[in-house]
């Protein structure tokens, strides 16, 4: 990995800062992923993080960058539903990535195309490698609680 570009930065109505970085592979093979920040000892915060790697069929020598500034954020209410930003590719075959803060117990949501997981910290995230048009995925929680939520598109050429 050359460089991590921070696509969207969010700060909730929970205080919690939640973000979304992506970069491109550059080398073959396995590599190991190093994530820095203080100990949370030295400012009383928790961090977490999680990794997912996507290929395009554009092949190895793809280029990755968000869609015209399709990333977005938003503070979710309080509900068992979690929604995601509503993202609009300008092209068709955008890859939607979404990632969802919450305090309580998630379950996966049901949105058509999309693949749903739970991260280590319990947390839904969603995404859609081929996104054509507009699109608002959702999941739940229960109990009802309030969350943050961060989405991009990305586009390969």
């Not at 990794?51 to 020598?61: C, I, P, R, V, W």
């Not at 590719?89 to 919450?102: C, E, F, H, K, N």
């Amino acid at each position: 990995m050359e460089r991590w570009i921070k696509a969207v930065q969010f700060v909730s109505a929970r205080g919690h800062d939640i973000e979304l970085w992506y970069g491109a592979v550059t080398t073959s093979g396995s590599a190991k992923l190093k994530v820095s920040w203080p100990s949370p000892g030295d400012y009383g915060f928790w961090t977490e993080y999680t990794a997912q790697e996507f290929s395009s069929a554009y092949g190895a020598k793809s280029v990755w960058d968000v869609d015209h500034s399709q990333a977005a954020s938003l503070n979710g209410p309080l509900s068992t539903t979690i929604t995601y930003p509503t993202l609009t590719p300008t092209v068709p075959g955008d890859l939607y990535y979404g990632l969802a803060g919450i305090p309580d117990s998630p379950a996966v949501g049901s949105t058509p195309g999309f693949v749903y997981e739970i991260d280590a910290g319990a947390n839904p995230i969603c995404y859609d490698s081929d996104v054509i048009s507009s699109v608002t995925p959702s999941a739940s929680q229960y109990p009802a609680g309030l969350s943050e939520n961060v989405a991009l598109l990305l586009q390969a050429t």
